[in-house]
C-alpha cells in the first residue's frame, strides 16, 4: 500500500465494521482488516445471531409441546437437526449480504483479509504486508475495538475523554 491510512481497524465484527464505514463515508482513509475470509465477526457466524436463530426453534418447539399438552396437537412433530441447521444458516446468510466487503469498498474503504501485527506504534501488517498510517505519531494508533485503550490530551497528561483528533492513543496489548 503506497498512501498512508488515517485509520486502521483491525476486527470486521459489529464494532468494527461500523468504525469503518463512518469514518470512510466521512472523507477519512481506513483500511478494515479481517483474519477470517468474512466479515461479520464471531456474533455473525459462532455467537448472537446463531443462537438466537436457535432460541427461536426452542420456543417454536416449546409452543408445538405446550400445544400437544392441550391437545391442539395430537403428537408432537419430530425434529429434524440438519434442517434446524439449515434455518440457523440461512438467517446467517440473509445478514452476511449487509457485510458484503464491496459495500465497505464503495465507501473508499480499503478491505482486507488476512492476520494484521503491530510492528511498532505507527504500523501494522497484514500478512507481512505494512500499512503505514499518517498521523499516528502523534495522532491515532489503530486499536482493535475489542482491546482496552488508553488516551491522553498529550504524552505526559492523566487519561480522558476527548474528540480522537485532539488525543494519543496506545494500544494496550497482551
Same mark, same amino acid.
Given at each position: 500500500?503506497?498512501?498512508?491510512?488515517?485509520?486502521?481497524?483491525?476486527?470486521?465484527?459489529?464494532?468494527?465494521?461500523?468504525?469503518?464505514?463512518?469514518?470512510?463515508?466521512?472523507?477519512?482513509?481506513?483500511?478494515?482488516?479481517?483474519?477470517?475470509?468474512?466479515?461479520?465477526?464471531?456474533?455473525? $457466524?459462532?455467537?448472537?445471531?446463531?443462537s438466537k436463530a436457535l432460541i427461536h426453534m426452542?420456543?417454536?418447539? $416449546?409452543?408445538?409441546?405446550?400445544?400437544?399438552?392441550?391437545?391442539?396437537?395430537?403428537?408432537?412433530?419430530?425434529?429434524?437437526?440438519?434442517?434446524?441447521?439449515?434455518?440457523?444458516?440461512?438467517?446467517?446468510?440473509?445478514?452476511?449480504?449487509?457485510?458484503?466487503?464491496?459495500?465497505?469498498?464503495?465507501?473508499?474503504?480499503?478491505?482486507?483479509?488476512?492476520?494484521?501485527?503491530?510492528?511498532?506504534?505507527?504500523?501494522?501488517?497484514?500478512?507481512?504486508?505494512?500499512?503505514?498510517?499518517?498521523?499516528?505519531?502523534?495522532?491515532?494508533?489503530?486499536?482493535?475495538?475489542?482491546?482496552?485503550?488508553?488516551?491522553?490530551?498529550?504524552?505526559?497528561?492523566?487519561?480522558?475523554?476527548?474528540?480522537?483528533?485532539?488525543? $494519543?492513543?496506545?494500544?494496550?496489548?497482551?
Open positions: 500500500m503506497t498512501r498512508k491510512q488515517d485509520l486502521v481497524v483491525i476486527g470486521g465484527g459489529p464494532g468494527g465494521l461500523v468504525v469503518a464505514s463512518v469514518a470512510a463515508q466521512v472523507g477519512l482513509k481506513v483500511t478494515l482488516i479481517e483474519k477470517s475470509g468474512l466479515l461479520g465477526g464471531d456474533c455473525l $457466524h459462532s455467537g448472537c445471531v446463531p426452542a420456543r417454536t418447539a $416449546h409452543v408445538t409441546r405446550t400445544g400437544v399438552s392441550q391437545g391442539l396437537l395430537s403428537t408432537m412433530p419430530g425434529i429434524d437437526f440438519g434442517k434446524a441447521i439449515d434455518y440457523v444458516n440461512r438467517v446467517i446468510e440473509k445478514i452476511q449480504v449487509h457485510d458484503d466487503p464491496e459495500r465497505f469498498r464503495s465507501y473508499g474503504c480499503d478491505v482486507r483479509f488476512g492476520k494484521a501485527s503491530f510492528i511498532s506504534p505507527h504500523e501494522v501488517t497484514v500478512d507481512g504486508e505494512r500499512l503505514p498510517a499518517s498521523g499516528l505519531s502523534s495522532q491515532r494508533v489503530p486499536y482493535r475495538l475489542s482491546r482496552p485503550f488508553h488516551c491522553w490530551s498529550r504524552p505526559d497528561s492523566k487519561p480522558m475523554r476527548q474528540s480522537l483528533n485532539d488525543v $494519543h492513543c496506545q494500544t494496550i496489548l497482551p
